[in-house]
């Protein structure tokens, strides 16, 4: 079709539709169902897991997977972006990452313990394929909109994302506590005993459902977002670290930008948290929460998600006002110090009913600091046309800071045993973003 002009309605639109098709993952194996799903492969009194020749601890194990992930995210995100700009075509990369994505959560459905490594494979392709199709999705929001309307696009993108996986969570939670309905039956071996209950199938078949969703719905956002103006370059070896090279170059930028730079800092140091929190909410649900049965735990940890998403719709907009009554900066110092009491409450809290207040308030600040971060970002760049090069480094700050922020959470939850330990430390991270946030100027 032919490319539609910059602020145009249907582009915005087509852009933000792409949170509608990828959140799913974010919502269902990030989040809440495969959180359960994997805690759920382990014995009550002993969740230890061999893996690459050493004993785990469950949690602390996916938490590592996750870390290294993202380590080879941040690695590889400036070398793709560096070939994406020498050939004119970040649309393709967006639909390698997409598609990778996919596969690996379909992947997931023949996740166990007896095939450990194949199954965190599958995990790792799931987690890639989104964070690497992130680098390129979050580098169109100059291109298709102008610095006015960036703020409201990047939410009703992240608002859009979170109906559409609402949409999804609720036809799996339907499937996960009534299984029979959907003729789904416990999985039982040659000689009459339950291997796995028909609950547990059922989330197997709404991996499937993520992948299957995530690939569909995307086609939409890939027929309408522009190419990019192809060069007719073709890649050789000079190009392949051509990204660190324009990531080096932003960096020198960066140093005759200080509003940006420093803002940069302060992101850097918030997001390790938030995206840490994100990452591991469910598994801290279901490990330090007393549910009292297992039955109760897997529904009200899947009510907790989409408390998360139904008042994270609300957050997000709020946020969005109030960064255009109050400025960005000061509405996102405000929600780093909501996030800071929500670590102190956590590392307290027992009930379920406690839990779902935490959830309440993790949603109404979750969607908001995301949005105003990525917007607060692209409205600092200077004047250029190598957008691609600065969400490069944006992305690959972020990554790095999850990498630390996993490690940091992991290590004290394998030392300590408890993932409350590992809560409470992430109170300093959002403390320090907030003093950095002062330091960002004005103008």
């Not at 390698?96 to 490594?117: E, K, M, P, T």
């Not at 939410?155 to 029979?180: E, Q, T």
């Amino acid at each position: 079709m032919n490319e539609l002009k910059k602020g145009s309605k249907k582009l915005l639109n087509a852009w933000a539709f792409y949170d509608w098709a990828n959140s799913v993952y974010t919502l269902t194996i990030a989040s809440s169902i495969f959180p359960i799903f994997y805690s759920a492969l382990f014995l009550s009194d002993k969740k230890v897991v061999t893996a690459f020749g050493y004993d785990f601890k469950s949690t602390a194990l996916i938490t590592f997977v996750t870390a290294f992930t993202f380590l080879v995210v941040a690695f590889l995100s400036p070398i793709l972006s560096g070939i994406a700009d020498y050939i004119g075509n970040k649309k393709n990369f967006m639909k390698f990452f997409c598609y990778v994505g996919s596969a690996g959560c379909i992947g997931l459905y023949w996740f166990s313990l007896d095939r450990i490594h194949l199954s965190l494979l599958f995990y790792f392709m799931g987690l890639i394929g989104y964070w690497g199709s992130l680098v390129f999705y979050n580098s169109y929001l100059p291109d298709i909109a102008y610095e006015d309307q960036q703020d409201s696009i990047s939410a009703k993108g992240f608002s859009l994302g979170y109906i559409g996986s609402v949409i999804l969570l609720i036809i799996n939670l339907a499937m996960v506590m009534y299984p029979s309905v959907f003729f789904i039956e416990d999985n039982i071996d040659e000689n009459g005993k339950v291997i796995e209950t028909a609950a547990q199938v059922a989330m197997r078949y709404s991996f499937i459902m993520v992948g299957i969703w995530w690939a569909g719905f995307s086609q939409y956002t890939f027929y309408v977002l522009p190419k990019g103006a192809s060069s007719g370059h073709k890649v050789t070896k000079d190009v392949i670290f051509n990204g660190f090279k324009e990531l080096k170059g932003v960096w020198r930028e960066l140093k005759e930008n200080l509003r940006l730079k420093r803002y940069l800092y302060a992101f850097f140091v918030f997001s390790m948290a938030v995206q840490t929190i994100m990452l591991v909410a469910v598994y801290f649900g279901e490990e330090e929460i007393a549910w009292g049965s297992d039955e109760a735990k897997t529904t009200g940890l899947i009510l907790s998600i989409l408390v998360i998403q139904l008042v994270a719709i609300i957050g997000a907009v709020l946020t969005s006002k109030a960064s255009s009554r109050f400025g960005n900066i000061s509405t996102l110092i405000a929600v780093n110090f909501i996030w800071m009491c929500l670590c102190f409450y956590a590392y307290f809290m027992k009930t379920p009913v406690q839990f779902y207040v935490a959830a309440s308030l993790v949603g109404l600040v979750m969607g908001g600091i995301q949005s105003l971060a990525r917007s607060t970002y692209s409205k600092f760049l200077p004047e250029t046309e190598d957008t691609t090069s600065y969400f490069s480094f944006y992305d690959v700050a972020e990554k790095i800071g999850i990498v630390i922020g996993m490690l940091i959470y992991g290590f004290i939850d394998q030392i300590t045993g408890s993932m409350r330990n590992s809560i409470l430390f992430l109170f300093i991270f959002f403390l320090i973003g907030i003093v950095l946030l002062f330091r960002v100027p004005k103008k």
